[in-house]
């Protein structure tokens, strides 16, 4: 394994923070009115949507982490399997923040997705 | 399945014109791929370094923009949808980017990527097919 612990961390990190960002966007999201114009203006003061522009910049920071993090010599079939537990994040998240009910559905899709995401690391050596 | 507890009443009473979030998010994931493609495309002919080298590279420019459309279908669809069921189809980019990669750039595809695009494709029609109910 010739990866640094520093590029995993790198990675982890990133998707971490994109996790999170899917939260922010989801709640700002929720505040968006109707009609594109009206994306970063909220319903409720302070009218501007501070929680998708919040949820925008995490993604932009998340992506910036994750390229340093593969950067050579990191190997995508070490760090994917890394990129993929951001998704089991985000589950913990939706539970936690807005209450979505995890169902078994739910546990089963993200599953054959987080076994797929490993598999194609794996064939990306 | 919960979804109408959390709209308000002002949305039930639209609700024949409810989106598909998990379209949605599909099309965004098209868009997430062609962005990478175009960057990619962009980084591989990038003569000069700096702000200004980035900023006059056309795919380059190209592919941001996709992706701040992509980042709009996906507030879209988080608006009406839940988050932990539609976060995970973002995946779809991977196999996107595989098959895009490997017509283009003739990249490598080997069993690993194939069966890796087999699972999460299944995975994102299960997802897809429990939260149509």
């Not at chain 2, 490997?102 to 890796?116: T, V, Y």
């Amino acid at each position: 394994m010739k990866t640094p612990v520093s590029h995993m961390l790198l990675v982890l990190f990133a998707s971490f923070i994109g996790s999170f960002g899917g939260v922010f966007l989801k709640s700002g999201a929720e505040q968006v009115r109707e009609g594109w114009v009206y994306l970063f203006i909220s319903r409720k003061p302070p009218f501007f949507n501070w929680r998708l522009a919040t949820g925008v910049g995490m993604f932009l920071l998340s992506s910036y982490f994750f390229v340093l993090g593969i950067r050579p010599p990191g190997e995508l079939s070490v760090l994917y399997p890394m990129v993929s537990l951001g998704y089991i994040f985000t589950l913990l998240w939706a539970r936690i923040f807005f209450k979505e009910p995890l169902t078994r559905v739910k546990f089963f899709g993200l599953f054959l997705i987080v076994v797929g995401v490993v598999f194609v690391g794996m064939g990306s050596k | 399945m919960l979804n109408a507890a959390v709209t308000d009443s002002a949305q039930i009473s639209e609700k024949p014109a409810r989106r598909q979030p998990v379209g949605l998010v599909f099309c965004c994931t098209i868009l997430g791929a062609a962005a990478q493609i175009l960057m990619k495309t962009g980084a591989n002919q990038m003569t000069q370094p700096g702000l200004l080298g980035m900023v006059t590279n056309l795919p380059l420019m190209g592919g941001y923009c996709l992706y701040g459309i992509s980042t709009l279908l996906l507030v879209l669809a988080l608006k009406d949808g839940e988050l932990s069921l539609l976060y995970p189809v973002i995946a779809l980019t991977y196999v996107w980017v595989t098959v895009l990669s490997f017509l283009i750039f003739h990249d490598s595809i080997n069993p690993w990527k194939l069966a890796g695009i087999v699972l999460i494709v299944s995975g994102v029609t299960v997802l897809g097919k429990g939260g149509r109910r």
